[in-house]
């Protein structure tokens, strides 16, 4: 499934360079540690950093995977986003 190997590369790269997984409801997740997703057959899992939250993604439901921009400081860069978990 090319989603997944895209998803799976982008968890991969050396360095790693937080990225956004869009859904197609609209959502969006930034993820910043590539330890906290995991890509399963037909789901992608993520978990959110020092919490309890966490969420079950159906692959056929992202729509794009995204780069995001960073700051000098390597944290991503603050855009408008519709809605951002």
């Known amino acids: 499934m090319a989603t997944a190997d895209n998803i799976r590369e982008k968890l991969d790269r050396e360095p790693f360079e937080p990225f956004r997984v869009r859904i197609t409801s609209g959502d969006s997740y930034i ?3 590539p330890d906290l997703v995991v ?3 037909s ?3 993520i978990a959110e ?3 309890d939250r966490h969420v079950f993604i159906p692959l056929r439901q992202v729509a794009a995977v995204e780069t995001v921009e960073t700051g000098r ?3 991503p860069k603050r855009g408008r986003q519709r ?3």
């Open 31 to 33: 993820i910043h540690q």
């Open 39 to 41: 890509v399963m057959r």
């Open 49 to 51: 950093p020092k919490s």
């Open 83 to 85: 809605k951002t978990r």
């Open 43 to 45: 789901e992608l899992f």
């Open 73 to 75: 400081n390597g944290s």
